[in-house]
């Protein structure tokens, strides 16, 4: 069975289809192309599409009843035209995205994007895998003292409207917790609307939030709804919250205060009620300190705050994540590996995990997929989990009786012990700058400018220590 990231493209022009193909490639997803006309529609049955690509006039030529009997199929489509072409009457079908040529990629990801969002808010929350005891509303799993408290908070806090502010690093289960909050409360029966804010292009998130007008900007062809007004009577959740834009905190803060907005290019208000639920994996307090976040927004999302733990911060739990997502991986790939041995558990449990639970999802995948059957032993795990820990001391530095003679540079030493930290923060990301630059509070900018000023080199440079 294909993977849920699969995308049909069908599109007659090979420029306009390599371009698209190579660009959500890269992002991640498995393409599928249309080799004959007459076999869209088996296509899309047998490889499981969930979304549809489709050049609008070529559609129209080689079956001109597609829409009706995609509807029947369920897929997503994304539609892409010249002009009047996106002026489709079934445009207002609500699993209908449009999009016009030529191509602007940032616009097809934001549209993509929003297409596989809106399909997970369809499909309904019942997983397919049984889920293990110590989980929260079919979601997050957990026994440890940390994760049983979250849970009690988080069932407390479900009944109310109040705003809530879910910080934690990444991979911890952000969003994990901000739907079980909804699938308890009153708004259950009514849309879970995430949206990430620092994924979408910075032109392109006021128009996704808020919707809007045909006319009001190039390429706005239609009116469209927002995210805001999707999640009417329902609950929108707003992630890496902390990479909002200092014009749409005042807009949002707006909307929070007095429960209305203005669609991008309307002068009429729109009525609206939702629960706002943020998340961010930077420290709101100092991104307010610093002035990069505004102050009385931050109080108005924060009236509940929640953290959620680190994996390293409850590491009793690593057992029974592993557990979870072998019985669930083995299920989706058809593979029979019976377990971790107890000494392969040992060295998962004393990891430190810096991609949290998301990382360990990662890792037990990849060893389904590669082991088969069996267990998986210390010989099967990728080399960074067998390494022994780097520990990182700081330059030693003399007390009052052991100071040299000679006295020291101090900028040498603060420099050394810069390096160091530096070094040690891409170690625990994997190399990864943007989540090193989080680890020590600093923009990657930065951190890559601290790089190249210094002349670090992650790998050769750290095995030289």
């Not at 390599?18 to 296509?43: P, R």
């Not at 003292?145 to 809530?164: C, D, H, P, Q, Y």
């Not at 309307?266 to 610093?290: F, G, H, M, P, W």
């Not at 080399?383 to 780097?390: F, W």
Request: hydrophobic share 40%.
């Amino acid at each position: 069975m294909d993977t849920p990231g699969t995308i049909f493209i069908v599109e007659d022009d090979r420029k306009t289809c390599d371009l698209v193909s190579a660009f959500l490639k890269y992002q991640g997803y498995d393409i599928v192309h249309a080799t004959q006309a007459s076999t869209i529609f088996d296509t899309i049955h047998e490889k499981h599409i969930g979304i549809v690509i489709a050049d609008l006039k070529l559609l129209a030529d080689i079956a001109p009843d597609f829409m009706d009997r995609a509807k029947k199929i369920n897929p997503l489509l994304v539609l892409i035209g010249y002009g009047s072409d996106v002026h489709i009457g079934s445009a207002s079908e609500e699993n209908v995205f449009l999009l016009s040529k030529p191509l602007n990629l940032d616009e097809l990801e934001s549209l993509v994007m929003r297409a596989r969002e809106f399909q997970t808010m369809k499909m309904p929350d019942a997983a397919t895998v049984p889920h293990p005891p110590h989980t929260l509303s079919s979601s997050i799993i957990g026994k440890s003292g940390r994760m049983v408290a979250l849970f009690e908070l988080i069932e407390k806090i479900a009944a109310s409207n109040a705003t809530v502010l879910i910080q934690g690093e990444s991979g911890t289960g952000k969003e994990l917790a901000a739907r079980a909050i909804h699938q308890l409360s009153s708004r259950s029966n009514r849309n879970f609307v995430p949206i990430n804010c620092a994924a979408i292009p910075e032109d392109l998130i006021e128009s996704e939030l808020f919707g809007h007008v045909k006319g009001s900007f190039t390429g706005a062809y239609a009116n469209r709804a927002g995210r805001f007004e999707m999640a009417d009577k329902g609950t929108l959740f707003l992630d890496e919250i902390g990479d909002m834009k200092a014009n749409l905190q005042v807009k949002l803060l707006r909307v929070l205060q007095s429960k209305e907005f203005e669609p991008v290019g309307s002068t009429k208000s729109q009525k609206v009620d939702v629960r706002i639920i943020a998340a961010s994996n930077k420290k709101l307090e100092n991104l307010v300190e610093s002035q990069d976040f505004r102050e009385d927004l931050f109080y108005r999302l924060s009236v509940i705050p929640i953290t959620i733990p680190s994996l390293r911060e409850r590491r009793e739990d690593i057992p029974l994540l592993i557990d979870f997502f072998l019985n669930r991986f083995n299920g989706e790939k058809r593979h029979a590996v019976t377990g971790f041995s107890s000494e392969t558990l040992a060295i998962l449990c004393a990891y430190d995990w810096p991609g949290n639970v998301r990382e360990l999802e990662n890792l037990v995948e990849r060893l389904v997929i590669l082991k088969d059957s069996g267990f998986i032993t210390p010989d099967d795990l990728p080399e960074k989990y067998l390494a022994r820990p780097v520990q990182v001391q700081a330059p030693a530095i003399p007390d009052g009786n052991a100071f040299p003679e000679n006295g020291i540079c101090l900028n040498t030493v603060l420099d050394e012990f810069e390096n160091r930290l530096i070094l040690q923060a891409l170690e625990r990301t994997g190399g990864n700058k943007k989540e090193a630059a989080m680890l020590l509070n600093l923009k990657r900018t930065t951190l890559i400018e601290k790089l190249k000023k210094k002349n670090l080199a992650y790998g050769k440079e750290f095995e030289a220590q």
